[in-house]
């Protein structure tokens, strides 16, 4: 640390080294280079160099003119619809407040979607009862997602004023000390100064010129620089509270779109059975019971005149009334098997795996049975997974595991097969799938290519009697 007495000795004497530049500038520009390498570093070195790091930054910057955008329309607005309150223009007013906050609502999710990379869904839409301006107006009023946007319209003002103030000076001067040996190499050169000054008064000035005190305040310059963006990222930690929690939708709209959306499928799901069973009736039992019906008749014409030939139209007959029947019980197995319904899972997958075309092993570890409809789901998710395997997973051998883990019922279906098996590419696992979402379930598919095959059924548990 060199003082100065007086301005011209002072400047000559308080030049500096340039070798000591070079020195410090080479082993920032050796950092740099490592940075390149950036695999190579700890997540501490790397933050300050991240694109995540200068975009939550950008964020903090943007976040104080935005704010006060934000609080001078959320307050101006409310406060003259709340003064119009006693005639009737504030009403309107106050809608059109909320409806504002709710447009820049949406521009402030666009906003942490693009800098900090937060996906948050739009709140739940208005819900007008009828028509006209008066109808969106009270729809306005009555929604919650307004308000909540209107109360982070005047809340994140003062947040971001305190995140501007703490961010902005701990970056500039973390980076403005990391780099002094190129400051230091500046001041005397172009400004006739001997470096940065720490005091300075008529009689001398204190500066910080020797490389000791160089190398000293470009240390502290770097833990600056390391510890900022970690500081950023803790503050924009509560700019994603308050944006998810404000801006989104609530878990209890959030439930009621996931419900609506599972009642759909229900319906689309028990449509689709209602046609495959009119279909399975009309192409399969009807139309053999309406041969079997003209076959009988033709067999009650023939019977005094060719009784041989009747008996033989009547065999006949009697093996298309077998194979109706077949039918018949396939497609009321195929609606609810009875023996699900007696005996339970244990024997009704047991059932399902004799017909499967390669041995299956069937292991069901329940005490109680669950309701029906979970157990129903259960034993056709089954059912379908077998018929997969025995149409497509060309294995030689398959599992069926079925236990209960807490508040939960798995159900397990394991093949040795080819494997590929994918639920998003509109296969019978997708439609599987949205069977099991629709009770709150999960059907995870495992199935690399050249197998095994692991398909896994979480469903809720809702118990229904003890077994016996």
């Given at each position: ?29 050796g ?49 003259l ?47 007008t009862?009828?028509d006209?301006?008066?109808a ?7 929604s ?29 001067c973390?980076?403005?000390l ?7 190499w ?5 400004a ?11 009689h001398?000035?204190v500066?910080?010129?020797?490389p000791?005190?160089i ?18 990222r ?8 308050m ?23 229900v ?11 009119e ?19 033709l ?11 009747a ?8 093996g ?10 396939d ?22 795996a ?17 309701a029906?409809a ?53 296969s ?36 229904e009697?003890?077994?016996?």
């Amino acid at each position: 640390m060199a003082t100065e007495y007086g301005h011209e000795d002072g400047f000559g004497q308080g030049y500096g080294r340039p070798t000591g530049f070079r020195d410090g500038y080479g082993r920032d520009a050796g950092l740099r280079d490592g940075y390149g390498r950036g695999h190579r570093l700890p997540a501490g070195l790397r933050a300050p160099f991240e694109g995540r790091s200068w975009r939550e930054f950008g964020y903090v910057l943007l976040g104080l003119p935005v704010g006060i955008l934000l609080f001078t329309y959320a307050v101006t607005m409310v406060s003259l619809g709340m003064g119009l309150l006693v005639t009737f223009v504030g009403i309107p007013v106050l809608a059109l407040a909320l409806a504002g906050c709710r447009g820049l609502g949406a521009l402030e999710r666009t906003r942490a979607r693009a800098l900090l990379g937060l996906e948050v869904a739009a709140p739940e839409p208005l819900r007008t009862r009828g028509d006209g301006f008066m109808a969106w107006v009270g729809a306005l009023l009555k929604s919650g997602a307004s308000w909540r946007t209107l109360l982070y319209a005047v809340v994140q003002f003062p947040w971001s004023v305190f995140s501007f103030c703490v961010a902005l000076p701990l970056w500039t001067c973390g980076w403005a000390l990391l780099t002094y040996p190129l400051w230091f190499w500046v001041f005397p050169m172009y400004a006739g100064q001997g470096g940065l000054q720490l005091y300075g008064d008529e009689h001398h000035r204190v500066y910080l010129d020797n490389p000791f005190e160089i190398g000293l305040t470009a240390l502290v310059g770097l833990l600056f620089t390391m510890a900022t963006p970690w500081i950023v990222r803790a503050l924009t930690q509560m700019d994603r509270l308050m944006v998810h929690g404000l801006l989104g939708p609530t878990r209890l709209s959030a439930r009621v779109v996931e419900l609506e959306s599972d009642r759909g499928v229900v319906v689309d799901t028990a449509a689709a059975d209602l046609r495959r069973i009119e279909r399975d009736l009309h192409d399969g039992a009807q139309a053999r019971l309406v041969n079997l019906a003209m076959d009988l008749g033709l067999a009650k014409e023939k019977l005094a005149e060719d009784p041989r030939a009747a008996a033989r139209m009547v065999d006949e007959a009697h093996g298309e009334v077998k194979t109706a029947l077949q039918e018949l019980r396939d497609l009321a197995r195929g609606i609810h098997p009875a023996v699900l319904t007696d005996r339970g899972l244990d024997a009704a997958l047991s059932s399902v795996a004799t017909r499967c075309a390669v041995p299956v092993q069937v292991d069901v570890d329940l005490t109680e049975r669950p309701a029906p409809a979970i157990e129903g789901i259960a034993y056709f998710t089954v059912s379908e997974l077998l018929q997969n395997v025995s149409k497509h997973a060309r294995a030689t051998w398959a599992t069926v595991d079925v236990w209960r883990v807490e508040d939960r019922l798995m159900v397990q279906v394991m093949d040795n097969g080819v494997g590929g098996a994918d639920a998003a590419r509109g296969s019978g696992l997708g439609g599987l799938a949205g069977r099991v979402d629709a009770v709150d379930g999960i059907l995870l598919v495992d199935s690399p290519a050249g197998g095994p095959t692991r398909v896994t059924a979480e469903l809720p548990w809702r118990g229904e009697r003890t077994l016996r």
